[in-house]
């Protein structure tokens, strides 16, 4: 029976394939595929004015070739960053347990 940690792989790594097999590329996420993964995905975290920069500055943050697709190495810095900042928000809360974190 696997784990939390390695479903949390699988599913990491299907969600990726799920978003990249919608234009027949499957090894990629276009600019239209990635805004879908986004949208239907994280609406929590795009949603926070605070946390996220905008849709377009993503993209081009994340598109570290320029070519303007998203391969599985650029989504996975996506998701490390992701990862990395809901840590930072756990430990504040463990630091001061009464007050919330904001997304």
């Known amino acids: 029976m696997p784990t939390d940690l390695e479903r949390a792989m ?10 990249a097999k919608t234009d027949k590329k499957s090894k990629t996420l276009t600019h239209e595929e990635f805004k879908s993964l986004l949208h239907a995905e994280l609406p929590s975290f795009l949603k926070s004015p605070k946390n996220a920069p905008s849709v377009e500055q993503m993209m081009s943050n994340l598109d570290t070739n320029n070519d303007g697709v998203f ?5 996975v810095s996506l998701v490390a960053g992701l990862v990395m900042a809901c840590s930072e928000c756990y430990e504040k809360h463990l630091e001061n347990p ?3 974190c904001k997304k």
């Open 98 to 100: 009464e007050k919330q």
């Open 10 to 19: 699988k599913t990491t790594v299907l969600k990726f394939y799920h978003y």
């Open 71 to 75: 391969c599985f190495e650029e989504y």
